[in-house]
């Protein structure tokens, strides 16, 4: 029913329903106007999408969403208040606090700390957690002010840094009571606030007292070693993460400082006092590794630890001893510690934290010896330039030809060995034993490298321990050894390269030692390349011309190709590829002499056509067909030869005759595979030299040669001797008729020309079908040849 009909019915009956049944009827009715223009809205809406069913309907738009919750909106508006009364607070303090007397100062003080500490009782009682956490750090930042005040009225004459010592302590103890006061234990700010505070009494004191540097140094150690304690031991996290902070910060700050106080020592009272440092913080990060709570924290603080026990006991001992003995110090307490883990009940965590220790110092030893490895192993290379011009005196000298020695690395070798034992002894995992011993190897090999350089031995003696060492590594039959030998031994090469004598006899020796073990591809190889190298040398010191020297690196290629018989097929390439190359060194060699160059050419043909009667290597058949021909060519050339038949034809006969060869063993080669190549290298040539204007019987040898392979070919249906030999023997002739061609044309009138052009297309025209079917023709009998 209508309100407004239900209204008038009810007046009309005298009678007036009470406010609160009148609103219900309003609400009802209201309700129903609701439904209705609900039910008429999605009627309205339904028709749309049947009238319009291309028509997008637009999603109604989502309501924005609040960019900032509840909670932290009363955060910041809290976190504001807080700000402002502080800020406030410190304003009364520095402007209006002098004129107020003492008793009204005093006053001010306690009611006012008093109110706003005691103040988040109330709140935490009401659940205003956030609130009461709000003005309990507005009650702490007031005590500072109030520790402020009171320097201000009754200390205004002490010294600032040792009253600020004493007032950084005092607010931690108060703040740390209040902190655990029954009532205010849900307060999260005061225990780290006080714990902050904490940080600063010792330091502060140390600086106020004009300390020493070991001082402050122990009194962060101090203060940090209190963080590592409240850190393992605190539950709350707030508390936690302040220990935390103080424990890392000022630790590493101290470490630091303690560090840098042993390296600078200049006698042993200070460095040993920097050691009790280092010492004191080594025991910290154990004690806190013994009960990190993860396994990741446990084994960073042992490996710490570790590394300050091995700074600490070296840079005690530093200062006694010359500087060539710091890093072999410092590795022995590396060792030491390595060898300390064994012992004992140490957690798996901490052990592995002090072998991690052990191998970063092991690592930085021998970084710092990698400098006079890279002097002994590449100063030889200097030699190159100065060859045979005279042996030095020590193999200090040898190897600093270009590169001066570095300094203090007398322990160098010793250094490098007692790492390379360590790798040896201390590696059992079945996993890393096989490259520990690899890195050993290297290590060792690395000690024996640099020995004779750092005692200084004779040039002679040098000599010989290198071969020595690359003996004995071909011997251990390695692969890693098996490198280092060839490593040592271009080492080797250069150092000889001093005197003459001694070239050869070292180049020597190298060929026969690595022929040992010729049957592997680096030995073998090396063999080779040494040998070449013997060859260049040899020819050197008899006074040879290159191009005769060039005779003697052929042996070693000739060498090569009965060696790539015997061995299996990875060495075969090894030898194939090391030979191939002295070939080519062989070339260059006589280059420069023609005759000589031709003569090594053959001679190297001769070894590739031995190298195809392999049946694995018939391709070197190719490689040796080439080399005759360039052979060939040369020759010619050194005699001044012209002619491109002369040229042409050593290509063209033995072309033929291996096409003619394949054809009789697969008769379905092509003509064009089997004899196209050699016809055209003499065909196309001669046919040029024609046309350039050469003259003579040249033009009739070449017609007479193009039409007898025209007829073989057409004799033996064969395309490429029909086709090419056609096309040769019509270019020819074109040749020969051009000069009459020309004079006919100059003859003619020039109506001519054009006429006899008209009356061919006539001709075609008339005749354009029984063409096609010749051409057709044509094409059929060529198809049907080879």
Not at 130 to 156: C, I, K, N, Q, R
Request: net charge positive.
């Amino acid at each position: 029913m209508p309100y407004d009909v239900t209204r008038t019915t009810l007046q009309g009956m005298t009678h007036i329903p009470p406010p609160a049944e009148e609103l219900r009827l309003l609400d009802w009715e209201l309700w129903q106007l609701d439904a209705r223009r609900a039910q008429l809205l999605a009627r309205r809406a339904w028709l749309v999408a049947t009238l319009h069913p291309n028509r997008q309907q637009q999603p109604p738009a989502a309501p924005p969403r609040p960019e900032a919750t509840a909670p932290r909106v009363q955060n910041v508006l809290l976190l504001l208040g807080g700000i402002l009364l502080t800020l406030a607070a410190t304003a009364f303090t520095l402007v209006s606090w002098r004129h107020l007397g003492v008793t009204g100062r005093a006053l001010v003080l306690a009611a006012v700390t008093t109110a706003v500490l005691a103040a988040p009782l109330p709140l935490l009682k009401r659940g205003l957690r956030s609130t009461a956490e709000s003005v309990a750090g507005l009650g702490l930042a007031l005590t500072m002010l109030d520790a402020y005040a009171l320097h201000e009225v009754a200390f205004a004459g002490a010294d600032g840094t040792r009253f600020a010592a004493a007032s950084a302590a005092l607010l931690a103890g108060l703040w740390a009571a209040y902190g655990f006061l029954p009532r205010t234990r849900e307060l999260r700010l005061p225990l780290p606030a006080a714990l902050a505070a904490a940080q600063l009494p010792l330091l502060l004191w140390t600086i106020a007292v004009d300390a020493s540097w070991f001082t402050i140094t122990a009194a962060l150690l101090a203060t940090a070693g209190s963080d590592t304690v409240v850190a393992l031991r605190a539950s709350a996290r707030p508390v936690r993460l302040v220990a935390l902070g103080g424990a890392y910060g000022l630790g590493g700050w101290s470490v630091m400082t303690a560090g840098w106080l042993c390296w600078t020592a200049t006698g042993p009272s200070a460095a040993a006092r920097a050691a009790a440092l280092l010492l004191l913080a080594a025991a910290l990060a154990l004690g806190a590794a013994w009960q990190a709570p993860s396994e990741k924290q446990a084994k960073g603080l042992a490996a710490a630890s570790g590394l300050l026990v091995v700074a600490a006991v070296g840079g005690a001992l530093r200062p006694a001893l010359p500087d060539a003995w710091t890093v072999p110090v410092h590795l022995a307490c590396g060792v030491a510690l390595l060898a300390a883990t064994t012992a004992g009940r140490l957690p798996e965590a901490v052990r592995r934290g002090m072998a991690w220790a052990s191998a970063a110092v092991q690592s930085l030893a021998v970084l710092w010896a990698l400098p006079v490895v890279a002097v002994a192993l590449l100063g030889p290379v200097g030699w190159a330039e100065q060859v045979w011009s005279g042996a030095p005196d020590s193999a200090r000298d040898a190897v600093t030809v270009e590169t001066p020695w570095p300094p203090d690395t007398a322990t160098a070798p010793l250094v490098l060995a007692a790492v390379a034992g360590v790798l040896a002894l201390a590696v059992r995992k079945a996993s890393w034993r096989s490259r520990a011993l690899d890195a050993s190897l290297t290590l060792a090999w690395a000690s024996a490298l640099v020995l004779p350089a750092t005692l200084q031995l004779p040039y002679t003696a040098t000599l010989l321990i290198y071969g020595a060492l690359t003996a004995a590594l071909l011997l251990l039959r390695r692969p890693t050894a098996t490198v280092l030998a060839l490593v040592t031994s271009l080492s080797l090469t250069f150092l000889a390269l001093a005197s003459e004598p001694v070239t050869l006899a070292t180049l020597a020796s190298l060929t026969a030692l690595f022929a040992t073990a010729v049957r592997k591809p680096l030995p073998a190889a090396a063999t080779l390349t040494y040998a070449t190298a013997l060859a260049v040398a040899s020819g050197a010191a008899l006074e040879l011309r290159p191009e005769h020297t060039a005779l003697l690196v052929l042996l070693v290629t000739a060498a090569a190709a009965l060696l790539a018989a015997h061995v299996d097929e990875k060495t075969t390439t090894s030898v194939e590829v090391t030979g191939a190359v002295a070939g080519l060194i062989a070339v260059a060699l006589a280059a420069d002499e023609p005759p000589m160059l031709a003569l090594v050419l053959a001679l190297t043909g001769v070894i590739a056509a031995a190298t195809a009667l392999r049946p694995d290597r018939r391709a070197a058949g190719y490689v040796a067909a080439a080399l005759f021909v360039l052979a060939t060519w040369v020759r010619l050339a050194s005699w001044d030869i012209t002619t491109p038949e002369a040229y042409t034809l050593p290509v063209t006969v033995p072309a033929l005759l291996i096409g003619a060869l394949r054809r009789q063993r697969d008769p379905q080669t092509s003509s064009w595979t089997a004899y196209a190549p050699g016809l055209t290298a003499t065909l196309v040539p001669s046919l040029f030299a024609v046309w350039a204007g050469q003259h003579g019987p040249r033009p009739l040898l070449l017609g007479t040669a193009a039409l007898l392979i025209t007829l073989l070919g057409a004799r033996n249906h064969l395309q490429a001797p029909l086709l090419l030999g056609g096309s040769i023997l019509t270019l020819d002739a074109l040749h020969e008729l051009a000069p009459y061609v020309v004079e006919m044309t100059t003859a003619l009138p020039r109506w001519a020309p054009p006429a006899l052009a008209g009356l061919l297309l006539l001709a075609l025209g008339a005749t354009y079908e029984q063409r096609i079917r010749d051409v057709r023709r044509v094409r059929e009998v060529l198809g049907r040849m080879n």
